[in-house]
Every structure is written in C-alpha cells, then in structure tokens.
C-alpha cells in the first residue's frame, strides 16, 4: 500500500508560479513511477505529466509542456511539480499517482495504482 499526500496548491494570477508537492509513504518510492493528473470541474481526469523510477525519463501533456516540470527526490520521498507561466485554463484539483507495476510512462489514469486526495491551484486572470 501507498499512501500520497500533495501540498502547495492555492491561488494565483495568471503568469504566477507554483510548486506542487507530494510525498509518498508505505512502499519503497524508488520503486514507483509517479505521475501528475488534474482535473477541472465538469471535465475528465487528465494526464499533466509522469516520471520514471529514477528520473531518467519524463513525459508532458502538450498543454503544459514548457511551463511544467516534473521531478522528484527518491531521499525524500517526495514528487514535485513546478509551474510557470500559469493559465487560467490550468484552474483544477490535481492528483499525484503512483505505478507500482509498470516501466513506462503512462498517460492513461488506469495503469496508476496509488492516488493522493488531490491540491486545488486556481489561476485568476
């Protein structure tokens, strides 16, 4: 079992930054891929970004790509996402996930076995 927990989320103006974190307990972390969702009222869960087991590989929806940046600190248990140049159309609950049984990055919610309660990141314009 995996328990996830994110923090960081909150308000901000458009073109501001945030860094989202989650930290992960119950399972050895470098054992898992990690990966980030949102999801916007009214609207699907949708995949933001993925990680592999040592960083070595990274993977971005279109629409973040650029501004987004996935990492994480294997020591500290911990899965980051730093966001620049935020968009209103980034306003949602975001989930951080966890792969336990899978090498690749993938951006389908179901290969994920493990999910946090998720953070709120509002952008106003």
């Known amino acids: 079992q995996v328990q996830l927990v994110e923090s960081g989320g909150g308000l901000v103006q458009a073109g501001g930054s945030l860094r989202l974190s989650c930290a992960a307990s119950?399972?050895?972390?470098?054992?898992?891929?990690m990966g980030w969702f949102r999801q916007a009222p009214g609207k699907e869960r949708e995949f933001v970004s993925a990680?592999?087991?040592?960083?070595?590989?990274?993977k971005y929806a279109d629409s973040v790509r650029g501004r987004f940046t996935i990492s994480r600190d294997n020591a500290k248990n911990t899965l980051y996402l730093q966001m620049k140049s935020l968009k209103p159309e980034d306003t949602a609950v975001y989930y951080c996930?966890?792969?336990?049984?899978?090498?690749?990055?993938?951006?389908?919610?179901?290969?994920?076995?493990?999910w946090g309660q998720g953070t709120q990141v509002t952008v106003s314009s």
């Open positions: 990680i592999s087991k040592t960083s070595g590989s990274t």
């Open positions: 996930a966890a792969d336990r049984r899978y090498l690749s990055l993938s951006k389908l919610a179901d290969q994920y076995d493990y």
């Open positions: 119950g399972r050895t972390f470098s054992s898992l891929v």
